[in-house]
Every structure is written in structure tokens, then in C-alpha cells.
């Protein structure tokens, strides 16, 4: 079965200055991978996915991930914040097998603190 | 473009009552799922379903019923509700794909058990 760490808890950053958000994932594969943003009393929404092909993915909202398999990480960055990404994010796997017949596993998620 | 839609938004049960949460999807997803977060625990996925009249377990069940009668409808059902279960639960959505389809989800419901 698959599993997703995400490390941090909180992350406080400053308006305008650079984001990264880690996740690492256990997988016997590779896995199809993906980070969620959740606004407060919202649903999930996609950020951005990997799927195969060019390690480096973009996404919605200026941000972007990498994908590396020697470190089984799959982070989030974003070059300058701004105030409106203070949300919770999740990094979620799926795995290869069953179609996404079988749901994503979700990290725990990372609360994004923006400060002036 | 209503998406994925859940009901109701709020609900405060006492100990041993029953309720049923609706969610309903218009975009013709062949998958529907039902998750409760809890802080500091993400998102757990309860039960699932590939098809109109299918459900399978997910990874916390217990305590959770659902059905799913009509393909654009996923039921989550407590027989007799315990605080344990007080959680928001989100309803997911995606389609059928040799790939991986990305999950649509609803906005949530809130639910306090006293």
C-alpha cells in the first residue's frame, strides 16, 4: 500500500518570498502524484499532477513541483507568494494499478501561513 | 457547472441518532468517494465506488454505511452516530481512465456528534 509524508505541519513565509513545500511518498512504482489546496471551508482543489514524462510540473497559480524518484519526493514550490496561498496543502498518491478506480492516499498536509 | 455537490453543509447529531449525507456529482463520473478529515490526520478515504450499484471499503469503514443507486449519487450513511465521528466529510468524484482520472471534490460537511 502506498503512503505520503509530508513533514511540516506549518510553514510560515513572508509575501514575496519563495515557497517550498516537501512530500515524500512510498510506493513499490512509481505512483501518479498530486497536490490539492484547500481554502478554509472549501473543497480540494488540483493544483497539479504527475503522471510520466518531464520531471517538472506545472501547475495552476504560478506553482510548479518535481518530481524526483532517487529521493521519492515530489515538492511543491512557488517562486513569490501571495497573501491569497495562505491555505492547507496536500500532496496525495495514486496508485498505477486500478485506473483511479481506488481513491488517492493523502498526506497529512501543510498549513501555509503567509505574513506581511 | 454545479460539479460535485454535497448535503447538507452543516449538522449537529446527538449520540446514537442516524443521518444520511447526499452527495450528488453532473458530470457523469463512473467513481465517487467519501473521506473524513480530521486535524492533523489529512484525508481518509471511508468508502468508494467504480459503479452504479458497487461500493468496496476504504480505509476507516467502520461505522459507515453507503449506497449508490444511481450513478450520479453517493449515500454515506451512520446507522447510530458517535462522537468519534464528528469530522468534515468530503465527497470525490472522477472518471473512468486508462491513466488516472483527478479527483473533483464537493465542499464539505461539517458534522458535530454530542
Known amino acids: 500500500a502506498q503512503s505520503v509524508t509530508q513533514p511540516d505541519i506549518h510553514i510560515t513565509v513572508s509575501e514575496g518570498a519563495s515557497l517550498e513545500l516537501r512530500c515524500n511518498y512510498s510506493?513499490?512504482?512509481?505512483?501518479?502524484l498530486f497536490w490539492y489546496v484547500q481554502s478554509p471551508g472549501q473543497g480540494l482543489q488540483l493544483l497539479l499532477k504527475y503522471f510520466s514524462g518531464d520531471t517538472l510540473v506545472q501547475g495552476i497559480k504560478g506553482f510548479e513541483a518535481e518530481f524526483k524518484r532517487s529521493q521519492s519526493s515530489f515538492n511543491l514550490r512557488k517562486p513569490s507568494v501571495h497573501w491569497s496561498d495562505a491555505a492547507e496543502y496536500f500532496c496525495?498518491?495514486?496508485?498505477?494499478?486500478?485506473?483511479?478506480?481506488?481513491?488517492?492516499?493523502f498526506g497529512k498536509g501543510t498549513h501555509l501561513i503567509i505574513q506581511p | 457547472n454545479a460539479g460535485v455537490t454535497q448535503t447538507p453543509k452543516f449538522r449537529v447529531l446527538k449520540t446514537g441518532q442516524s443521518m444520511t449525507l447526499l452527495c450528488a456529482q453532473d458530470m457523469n463520473h463512473e467513481y465517487m468517494y467519501w473521506y473524513r478529515q480530521d486535524p492533523g490526520m489529512g484525508l481518509r478515504l471511508i468508502h468508494y465506488s467504480v459503479g452504479e450499484g458497487t461500493t468496496a471499503k476504504g480505509e476507516v469503514p467502520d461505522g459507515y454505511n453507503v449506497s449508490r443507486l444511481k450513478k450520479q449519487n453517493f449515500l454515506l450513511g451512520l446507522e447510530s452516530a458517535a462522537p468519534s465521528q464528528t469530522s468534515v466529510y468530503f465527497c470525490a468524484s472522477n472518471e473512468r481512465d486508462r491513466g488516472y482520472s483527478p479527483l473533483h471534490f464537493g465542499n464539505g460537511t461539517r458534522l458535530t456528534v454530542t
Open positions: 510506493y513499490g512504482a512509481t505512483p501518479y
Open positions: 496525495a498518491v495514486g496508485a498505477r494499478s486500478g485506473g483511479g478506480a481506488d481513491g488517492l492516499t
